[in-house]
């Protein structure tokens, strides 16, 4: 899927598809520095984070496993809830590992505070975040982020695993949805 296939849908093109895997490459780059010679585990959330998971792990040259977990604090809508659930776990035991959490987003920070404290208590030997966007007028928990691909305005954006009401995860890009879209929202 592509802009041309949004029609009027699309309000505009924020990070265009070249300047995503740019800065994936960057992001790789550092990684890779950080944690050579180590087992480094790292996990995507889903769903979001399976663009930025898929093009981070082939842009990395250590070695590394993958792991998933799936939490939700969104409904269909671009609120949201502030409640964290758990909808599935990691199949790995951490205790003693190198874990980096990769996400698409940090929005509130909600999600993520939930998830590291969460993580944390499972007596892993480091636990770090990379997140491709973040909001940081929106940010109502500070978290520590060691990789940013990007800090990006206080609007809701879709693409690259990110979605409104589960549609336009497969763009290549990110952008931002013509306000016809959210209709009475
Ligand atoms: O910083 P926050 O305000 O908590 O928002 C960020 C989170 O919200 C989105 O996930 P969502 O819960 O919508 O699920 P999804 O990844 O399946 O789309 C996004 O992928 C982040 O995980
Ligand atoms: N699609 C999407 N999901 C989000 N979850 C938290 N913030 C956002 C956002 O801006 N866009
Ligand atoms: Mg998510």
Known sequence: MDAADMGTDLEKVLIPEEELQAKIKELAGQIDADYAGRNLLIVGVLKGAVMIMADLARALHIEVQMDWM???SYGAGTKSSGVVRT????DTDIAGRDVLVVEDIIDSGLT???LIHNL????????EIC???RKPEAVKV????KYVGFDIPNEFVIGYGLDYAERYRN???I??????VYGAE
Do not use: C, E, N
């Open 175 to 180: 952008g931002t949805l013509a306000r016809h």
């Open 131 to 133: 997140t491709l966007l």
């Open 70 to 72: 799936a939490v939700s």
């Open 142 to 145: 500070p978290i520590d982020v």
């Open 120 to 127: 944390r208590s499972r007596d892993p030997a480091s636990v």
């Open 112 to 114: 993520l505070s939930w």
């Open 171 to 173: 763009l290549p890009f």
């Open 87 to 90: 909808l599935k776990d990691l």
